[in-house]
């Protein structure tokens, strides 16, 4: 587990060197579940890095809670396209304070070593990085485990993403 953090963190950090005009950066937070029906609470984390004004990529994770932290775990990387408008500008100027995501990638599972495609849809996301914040309110996304020949369906009621770099501070 601990190989598998730092190599991400070294890609994370790594992305950072070819940084483009639309290049942000955030962290996010939120709930998120993959298991049905689930027996405890789980939560997701991740990076969003911006490619350009309507496209990111994610790298995102899930995790068990409660009642046993950590013991079952899914991790993806997926590439999000704003459909209603730009997400950034890379300028003083916000993009689209209302807009849906749809999202493609990839994810792998560590309670079945399970992994295949995943196609998920964000019906409203609420902000921008100029604002330093953006809300992604009911993420639906099914997937298909290749190894295990099983339907994955994900759920998130909110995630919450807090930008570090591109916001309107980075304009002044």
Do not use: Q
Not at 16 to 44: N, T
Not at 55 to 72: Q, T
């Amino acid at each position: 587990m601990k190989r598998v953090v730092l190599t991400l963190l070294l890609a994370l950090s790594l992305c950072s060197l070819p940084a483009a005009d639309y290049f942000d950066v955030s962290l996010s937070f939120g709930h998120s579940s993959y298991r049905w029906p689930e027996k405890g609470i789980s939560f997701s984390y991740g990076i969003n890095i911006g490619l350009s004004s309507r496209w990111e990529m994610n790298i995102w994770g899930i995790s068990e809670g409660v009642p046993h932290p950590f013991e079952s775990n899914m991790f993806g990387l997926d590439f999000s396209c704003s459909l209603l408008g730009p997400r950034s500008r890379a300028s003083k100027i916000a993009g689209t304070g209302l807009n849906m995501l749809l999202s493609i990638g990839g994810f792998y599972r560590t309670d079945n070593n399970g992994a295949g495609p995943i196609l998920s849809i964000t019906p409203l996301a609420v902000g921008s990085p100029i604002s330093g914040r953006r809300e992604r309110i009911l993420k639906t996304g099914v997937g298909y485990d290749a190894v295990n020949n099983e339907v994955v369906v994900i759920f998130s009621l909110i995630n919450l993403d807090f930008y570090v770099r591109g916001t309107y501070r980075d304009y002044i």
